[in-house]
């Protein structure tokens, strides 16, 4: 079975905040994934989950498996950080 991967834009879409943001938290260790070698970003489906609940981000579409396309919209009082 093939795993799933994201990149930084689907990964935003499923968190609702920026490829950007994405790609910080990637940068600082918080979300873990590898870099293809041209240095593109990719994130396992499992390490966007895991790094999805402990920061409790709701999971939406990404707890039907849908890979979170789609997603749309701001949720109210959440702004992207990160809080340690």
Not at 36 to 47: F, Q, S, T
Request: hydrophobic share 35%.
């Amino acid at each position: 079975m093939k795993t799933k991967n994201y990149t930084t834009a689907t990964a935003g879409r499923a968190c609702e905040v920026s490829p950007r943001t994405v790609a910080k938290w990637f940068d600082a260790g918080l979300l873990r994934g590898y870099r293809l070698p041209g240095g593109d970003r990719r994130i396992p489906a499992v390490e966007l989950r895991a790094f999805m609940l402990r920061q409790g981000i709701p999971l939406g579409e990404l707890a039907l498996g849908s890979a979170g396309q789609g997603a749309a919209g701001v949720r109210s009082g959440h702004d992207g950080r990160v809080d340690d």
